[in-house]
Each structure stands twice: as structure tokens, then as C-alpha cells.
């Protein structure tokens, strides 16, 4: 089945920096990799999302990036301000599928 | 995209007993799922709820554990029978209109088994 890795774990970064989680995932029939975030207390919630025929995608301070050479995409959040604080989660569901599988979170602590 | 309302948001049982878990779409979807995220970790999903017929359990959940139901395109429960402090967990409904699309997800239900 599917496996999907994420790094770092946590990541601290101050105010205004920039911010970037990676991802791999094993399956070369994997096609859709969506980014969540979950705050305290809450379910997570979509940000971006990217499927395989494309190699960018952004929104606003959010972008991703797919390299399916190498399976491995990534979130980079710009100018990161302090309520971008949260857990992240990359997924990847296969083509054709429904189940997510994600990988294992990454803590983001923007200092003020 | 819809919204999810799970019910109850947290509860406190004692082990042995059972819980069911109502997850509510405001609108119709062609999939829903239940995950379970214990403390400070990932996302595992459970089963996938098929509208009226069994539902789909991934390795190493089982139907006598976690009974699933789901009798239409906007309504799904999840029973955790039997519990026992190891089931102490988040549990989270999840939705999506197709395969390959945006899944989105309720507030999800905190358990703690005593």
C-alpha cells in the first residue's frame, strides 16, 4: 500500500519567514496530494490541494510543489504570520482511489 | 465545500461500554470515512461507510469493534464497542463527492475510555 513520509516534525520559524514541509510517497500510481491543516481542538481543513499533471500550484501565501520523478511534493508558506500555527498534514490518495493516506503531521510554531 | 457535524464532540466512558458516533453531511456525498487520531499523531483511517451495505474496514479494524453505519448520502454513525483506555483517541468523519477530490472533515469526536 501507499506510504507517505513528512518532514521535519516540527518546525519553528519567526514572523514574516518562510516555512517549508516535505513530503515522499512510495506509490507511483498516487495522483492527488492534498495539504491539510488542523488546529487545536478542530478537524482538519483543506488548503491546497495538487493533482499529478501539474508541477505548481498557489494560493496567495500557499504553494505546492510536485516532483513525481522523485515522488515527493511540498507546502511552502510565505510571510508567515503567528495564526499559521498548526499541525500539517500532506495526503496522497492513488488514481482512482477514495482513501487517504497520510503522512505523519508536521508542527508549525510561527513566533511572534 | 459541505460541513460536517459530528455528535457527541467529547465524552468520557467507562471501559466496557460502547459509544456511537453520529456524523451528519449538510449535503449529499458519495463517500464518507471514519478515522481515528490518537494524541499528538496522524490520521488512520478505519473503514469507509457505503450506503446501505457493510462498510469497508482497513487492516486491523474489525466490524464486532468499530459497527459502522450509514443509511444515506448524508448520515453515518461509528460504534466503538466494548472500549477500553486503548480507544482513548479522536475519531473523525470524513466526506468527499468523489474519488480524487477534496475531502473534508467534521470537528471530530474526542474520546477518553476510564
Known amino acids: 500500500g501507499e506510504n507517505v513520509e513528512q518532514h521535519p516534525s516540527t518546525l519553528s520559524v519567526q514572523e514574516g519567514d518562510s516555512a517549508v514541509i516535505k513530503c515522499t510517497y512510495s506509490?507511483?500510481?498516487?495522483?492527488?496530494f492534498p495539504w491539510y491543516k488542523q488546529e487545536l481542538g478542530k478537524g482538519p481543513q483543506l488548503i491546497i490541494d495538487?493533482?499529478?499533471?501539474?508541477g505548481e500550484k498557489k494560493d496567495q501565501r500557499i504553494a505546492v510543489t510536485l516532483n513525481k520523478t522523485a515522488k515527493h511534493f511540498s507546502l511552502h508558506i510565505t510571510e508567515t504570520q503567528p495564526e499559521d500555527s498548526a499541525v500539517y498534514f500532506c495526503?496522497?490518495?492513488?488514481?482512482?482511489?477514495?482513501?487517504?493516506?497520510f503522512g505523519g503531521g508536521t508542527r508549525v510554531l510561527v513566533k511572534p | 465545500s459541505a460541513v460536517i457535524s459530528q455528535k457527541p464532540s467529547r465524552d468520557i466512558c467507562q471501559r466496557g461500554t460502547s459509544l456511537t458516533i453520529q456524523c451528519q453531511v449538510d449535503?449529499?456525498?458519495?463517500?464518507m470515512f471514519w478515522y481515528r487520531q490518537q494524541p499528538g499523531q496522524s490520521l488512520t483511517l478505519i473503514a469507509t461507510?457505503?450506503?446501505?451495505?457493510?462498510?469497508?474496514?482497513e487492516s486491523g479494524f474489525v466490524i464486532d469493534k468499530f459497527p459502522i453505519s450509514r443509511p444515506n448520502l448524508t448520515f453515518s454513525t461509528l460504534t466503538v464497542s466494548n472500549m477500553s483506555p486503548e480507544d482513548s483517541s479522536i475519531y473523525l468523519c470524513?466526506?468527499?463527492?468523489?474519488?480524487?477530490?477534496?475531502?473534508?472533515f467534521g470537528q471530530g469526536t474526542r474520546l477518553t475510555v476510564v
Open positions: 470524513s466526506g468527499a463527492t468523489g474519488a480524487n477530490t477534496e475531502a473534508f
Open positions: 495526503a496522497a490518495i492513488k488514481a482512482a482511489g477514495n482513501k487517504l493516506t
Open positions: 449535503s449529499q456525498v458519495t463517500m
Open positions: 506509490d507511483s500510481a498516487s495522483n492527488y
Open positions: 461507510a457505503n450506503q446501505g451495505s457493510e462498510a469497508t474496514y
Open positions: 495538487i493533482r499529478s499533471n501539474v
